[in-house]
DNA sequence: ATTAGTTTGTTGTATGATACAATCATTTTT
DNA sequence: AAAAATGATTGTATCATACAACAAACTAAT
């Protein structure tokens, strides 16, 4: 296949981590990695700082601060596990749900306008790639 | 439009950084700003910081310590632009082009290894798609 | 031509995300 | 019971980033 193609995507992915990136920081209040300890912690309910680092591939050290952040602002709650003396369950609090919330809002209103224009096979098929794209990485890379 | 297309974008969209990041962190020996610095470099030949900042989008401090972090390791030579005392021009060196084109060629390769099994069609639309987008974001966010 | 204002770049300080190594407390294994 | 393993936290370090303060150099206004 057209070595260009590559060429393309590679370049293509590096203006687009950056401009996402940067827009995230202008817009949003909670900050990425909280945003998405936060969506976990809301879709697959509460979780040590062990099986959430596990989950999102980043170091305990990494997520025990995140989550400690968190705890102090409110989003979520540190609750002993009854199981095992050493760990701890952080849930997600209704302040947490509540931001969450707002910053998905926030976060989807922007996608859909971005998207603006797009035919609905286009956005579509958008998604599907990124899946695509996403379950190859994560395979393969 | 259905929305759950957006939710979908968005939500790949956070997966897709995290990983494409997690997995350049392990990959990469140039780290991904200088990667892009150093490409600009090198592709629309010497500039100032302030020119750098402005193509980036980023604040001219940070262009700043990066050229500078760039500088004593080898990768640009900083020349003083002779119609301005004030500034500068980086020009990419010998090693700097050495180590982009090593980084880039490890980059595709990367790339390349993630669409295999896809179809031509698949990646050249991928391809095609990542660039509308950031086309949009660009326009309007 | 001298002063006042503007621009370019650097540095100080701060934040957020990240990792590795050391350590503490607890649990499990032997 | 002692030794080994595990879960979490904390110390330290790096990278990317921004805003504010500043110095040097340039430009405009009087």
Redesign the pocket.
């Known amino acids: 296949m057209d070595e260009k193609t590559f060429d393309t995507i590679d370049r293509e992915i590096g203006v687009f981590i950056?401009r996402i990136v940067?827009s995230e920081k202008r817009n949003d209040t909670l900050?990425?990695?909280?945003y998405i300890l936060l969506g976990l912690l809301h879709e697959e309910g509460p979780a040590?700082?062990?099986m959430l680092a596990n989950r999102l591939q980043?170091?305990?050290?990494?997520v025990?601060?995140?989550?400690?952040g968190m705890e102090k602002k409110g989003f979520v709650h540190?609750l002993p596990?009854p199981e095992?003396?050493?760990?701890?369950f952080y849930q997600i609090s209704e302040r947490g749900k509540k931001d969450l919330l707002e910053n998905r809002t926030r976060r989807l209103k922007r996608v859909r306008k971005v998207l603006e224009g797009w035919t609905d096979e286009e956005s579509q098929v958008f998604g599907r790639l990124l899946q695509k794209y996403n379950k190859s990485v994560q395979e393969r890379l």
Not at 31 to 34: L, P
Not at 58 to 62: K, P
Not at 84 to 88: A, E, K, L, Q, V
């Open positions: 950056r940067l900050g990425r990695s909280t040590s700082v062990k980043l170091d305990v050290s990494t025990s601060r995140q989550a400690a540190k596990n095992d003396g050493r760990s701890y």
